[in-house]
Nanobody, 116 residues
Framework: QVQLVESGGGLVQPGGSLRLSCAAS????????MSWYRQAPGKQRELVGA???????HYPDSVKGRFTISRDNAKNTVSLQMNSLKPEDTAVYYC??????????WGQGTQVTVSL
């Protein structure tokens, strides 16, 4: 059974930082593309960072230079370091795991709120 469990969300002031973590089980973690998505109220879910099995990363322009995704294959975890947070970063953040062999899986999400 595949499980992705996110942690680390919370309330932070603009300009602050948060680190999200996702612990994976039930998958061959090292071969999967791991990603973080977010969904704000009334908006579509959007990608905020992805990392492949070789460590290559991709970010949309909206977070480039502020967010960093990393993975630890020995611990089956993927993290998202978020710096210089803005109110528009407020959303539920989701961990995602994908491989052509095993499919697409989502975590339950963790709330990030950026506000004074």
């Amino acid at each position: 059974q595949v499980q992705l469990v996110e942690s680390g969300g919370g309330l932070v002031q603009p300009g602050g930082s948060l680190r999200l973590s996702c612990a994976a089980s039930g998958i061959i973690f090292s071969i999967n593309i791991m990603s973080w998505y977010r969904q704000a109220p009334g908006k579509q879910r959007e990608l905020v960072g992805a990392i492949n099995s070789g460590g290559g990363t991709h970010y949309p322009d909206s977070v480039k230079g502020r967010f960093t995704i990393s993975r630890d294959n020995a611990k089956n975890t993927v993290s998202l370091q978020m710096n210089s947070l803005k109110p528009e970063d407020t959303a539920v953040y989701y961990c995602n795991s994908f491989s052509a062999r095993t499919g697409n899986y989502w975590g339950q999400g963790t709330q990030v709120t950026v506000s004074l």
